[in-house]
């Protein structure tokens, strides 16, 4: 089974925001609310001062605390590369999710159900990137399958180093960022 | 130095996590009274308490049904997507913690029924002149009694414990993630139903047992927050920030004055005199201890909604 995940180049992302708003335009995100957004953290001082941009979103976790606390099973993984989704018609908007993701990635959607990145999943099924992959102009965004050892993010891995965010949280996330 | 900038801003997310307001400390507050309240007429029932003509196990049942009925409200007014609530009830999510309540929660008003059946209020005998039939022929029956009252220590026991459990499953709230916050919420839940049923109670015995128990429940309380705070202070950074977070953070005037002093500690003091005969019993100590226990919900709630990894 396919692992859907992504390769984040943190030396070539320049926090353009082309992404966020990629996703806003493709996926109709309301206006005040984001499924993707730019964190910077700078650290240390002139002359040893380091940035690093990361482009943020869901983390489509194998072990997703989101999936478990659901007490309708709205939230699931996708029979596809297990991506992570919330079915609408079966969110009560309880908001445990919320409460259970420790990268604040789920939002109330102002209908009533909760909301979040989902890798796009309707291009994907059509063997397309997600949007924000599609228009990043420096190309430091990577979707593919973990599990494919051939696969572009798996040879990034192998080659690169890397960091995925609050591993320590046990979610197993599947974005990583390069080094 | 370190600092972090983001373009995000999500509505109840951002800057502070606060997905979850007044309705769900609520919920949990009305939820562990209504368990501790429960095991109480439980036990009453278990131990015969029947013969008694004032027992509380006749009206503690009734009390449940409505204050239940009203945390479950809080808890509807809570959700984002009402009309959807239903979906609850169309399947079964065995590592949710929040689905397992919702069906204990569908076990206990059965369970509320068969106690208020053994004596029903007046208001409701008077119109369905049946219900005396039955009322008459379980307390002919003993071994019913008793099983009434063992269904209904049992069941209050779980709904206590879930509502620590609903919380310390959210693993991303360090403040919450701790394997002692479901013992806290049912000693409190105990302490806040032994606290009212003292304030109620027509039978003197059971006032004076509940004063004691009460008591006891305040110390043991007392120790399962020492344990807790002492649990997350020796874990992660993470862990030990969210112990400040009540220590000596934005929460610890709230958590010290209005949990710790008024709502244990004096009310404690108060009614320690009062059982030991050196003052009289005073509705002032179950007062403080009732609002001291819906404190301690908020403050927790609210706490842990701030508190994250990093």
């Known amino acids: 089974m396919a692992r859907f995940g992504m390769v984040i180049d943190t030396r070539k992302c320049v926090g353009c925001t082309d992404c966020v708003i990629a996703c806003e335009t493709e996926n109709d995100v309301p206006n005040g609310f984001a499924r993707d957004w730019i964190v910077q953290i700078s650290n240390g001082k002139f002359p040893n001062a380091q940035v690093e941009i990361l482009s943020e979103r869901c983390n489509h976790c194998s072990d997703a605390p989101c999936v478990t606390t659901c007490p309708t099973g709205a939230s699931h993984y996708h029979d596809i590369g297990g991506i992570v989704l919330v079915n609408h018609d079966e969110c009560i908007g309880c908001k445990a999710c919320i409460e259970s993701c420790p990268y604040g990635a789920r939002f109330v959607h102002p209908e009533g159900y909760v909301d979040k990145c989902t890798f796009c999943v309707h291009r994907v099924e059509e063997g397309l990137d997600p ?41 197993t996330p599947n974005i990583y960022y390069l080094t | 130095m370190l600092e972090i900038t983001t373009t995000r801003h999500n509505h109840l997310i951002d800057p502070i996590l606060h997905a979850w307001n007044w309705e769900i400390p609520v919920y949990l507050f009305l939820g562990g009274l209504v368990a501790g309240m429960m095991i109480i007429s439980g036990y009453f029932l278990f131990k015969e308490r029947v013969k008694e003509d004032n027992c509380s196990c006749f009206y503690l049942p009734m009390i449940s049904f409505v204050l239940l009925s ?10 984002e997507h009402k009309l959807f609530v239903w979906r609850l009830y169309t399947t079964f999510q065995i590592t949710s913690p929040m689905s397992w309540g919702a069906w204990i929660l569908i076990l206990v008003y059965p369970a509320l029924i068969a106690n208020i059946l053994i004596r029903p209020p007046k208001f409701i005998a008077n119109k369905i002149p049946k219900l005396a039939e039955v009322s008459q022929k379980l307390i002919e029956h003993k071994w019913a009694v008793k099983n009434i009252g063992v269904v209904n220590m049992l069941l209050g026991g779980m709904v206590g414990m879930y509502t620590g459990i609903l919380l310390s499953s959210l693993g991303a709230r360090p403040l919450w993630s701790t394997s002692v916050l479901w013992l806290l919420f049912l000693i409190s839940g105990l302490s806040g139903a032994a606290a009212f049923v003292h304030l109620i109670a027509k039978n003197v015995y059971e006032r004076e047992l509940l004063a004691k128990s009460d008591n006891a429940f305040l110390i043991i309380e007392l120790f399962v927050i020492a344990m807790m705070i002492i649990g997350l202070v020796t874990s992660s950074k993470s862990h030990m920030a969210a112990a400040h977070l009540l220590l000596n953070g934005p929460f610890a005037s709230v958590f010290w004055i209005f949990v710790i002093a008024l709502g244990i500690v004096i009310p404690l003091y108060i009614q320690l005199l009062a059982v030991n005969h050196k003052i009289k019993h005073t509705p002032i100590a179950p007062i403080m201890v009732i609002i001291g226990g819906l404190i301690l919900r908020f403050v927790i709630v609210a706490a842990g909604q701030h508190s994250h990894w990093f």
């Open chain 1, 131 to 171: 949007a924000c992959v599609s228009v990043c102009p420096t190309h430091c965004m990577h979707f593919g399958d973990f599990d494919d050892p051939n696969s572009e993010v798996s040879k990034l891995l192998q080659s690169r180093k890397h960091h995925s965010l609050l591993p320590e949280a046990g979610t």
């Open chain 2, 70 to 79: 009203l945390g479950m409200s809080a808890l509807f007014l809570d959700l």
